[in-house]
């Protein structure tokens, strides 16, 4: 039972213009949701997250939007750039729940030049 | 900076054998975790822990123990490691809940 999932395996995008990456999630509990980037070889870093309370979060060219009616979240990066290109996972949790995290499938990003 | 270290990044072993891979972090955090990421599944937890020796299982903890001695070190063990195993593992450690996790280089793992 996958409760966080990504539906789309890839993405690609032209240097300059907006990437959209979607997360649908089916547990009502969750109230912490968190975006992930991947590079291959290298271990996942923290990119953003946004709390349950909110509905938008910015931070420089990545911004994360909430909508919790219909337990969708997305991840806006603008302008899109090649070192973007990576794998993006979302993640979200419950808050009293010792920070585990559940996982979406991953969103191969491609940025072209 | 965080920093979490993983012991190999590459290993190969053969069936039945037994495997330790090593986690160790420097930023006095709490919780540690494990996971591994298999392509078009995503990162599955393995086991977390919130405190020295105590443990908890996660998803998908057949097959798998781990061992908390200290705050610092993570291990996790493949009693007896068969081909379904061969994956990316990755530790992480997080301070908080809910909080950010800092995440490991990954430790490939292949078995024969």
């Known amino acids: 039972d996958q409760q966080v999932k990504q539906n789309s395996p890839s993405l690609s995008v032209q240097e300059g213009r907006i990437s959209i990456l979607n997360c649908d999630y089916t547990n009502s509990m969750f109230d912490y949701f968190l975006w992930y980037k991947k590079y291959p070889a290298e271990g996942p870093t923290f990119l953003i997250s946004i709390s349950s309370i909110k509905d938008k979060n910015e931070d420089g060219r990545f911004t994360v939007f909430l909508n919790k009616s219909a337990k969708h979240l997305s991840l806006h990066i603008v302008p899109s750039q090649p070192g973007d290109s990576a794998v993006y996972f979302c993640?979200?949790?419950?808050?009293?729940?010792?920070?585990?995290?559940?996982f979406g499938q991953g969103t191969t990003l491609q940025v072209k030049p | 900076d965080v920093k979490v270290t993983q012991s190999s990044r590459y290993l190969v072993k053969r069936t039945g054998e037994k495997v330790f891979l090593e986690c160790v972090q420097d930023m006095d955090h709490e919780n540690m975790f494990w996971y591994r990421q298999d392509p078009g599944l995503g990162l599955r937890l393995i086991y977390f822990s919130y405190d020295v020796k105590m443990k908890e299982k996660g998803d998908i903890p057949e097959g798998y123990s781990v061992s908390r001695e200290k705050k610092e070190r993570f291990s996790l063990i493949l009693e007896s490691a068969s081909t379904n195993q061969t994956s990316m593992y990755l530790c992480?450690?997080?301070?908080?809940?809910?909080?950010?996790?800092?995440f490991g280089p990954g430790t490939r793992l292949t078995v024969l």
């Open positions: 993640a979200a949790s419950v808050v009293s729940n010792t920070g585990k995290l559940i």
């Open positions: 992480a450690s997080s301070l908080d809940s809910p909080g950010e996790q800092f």
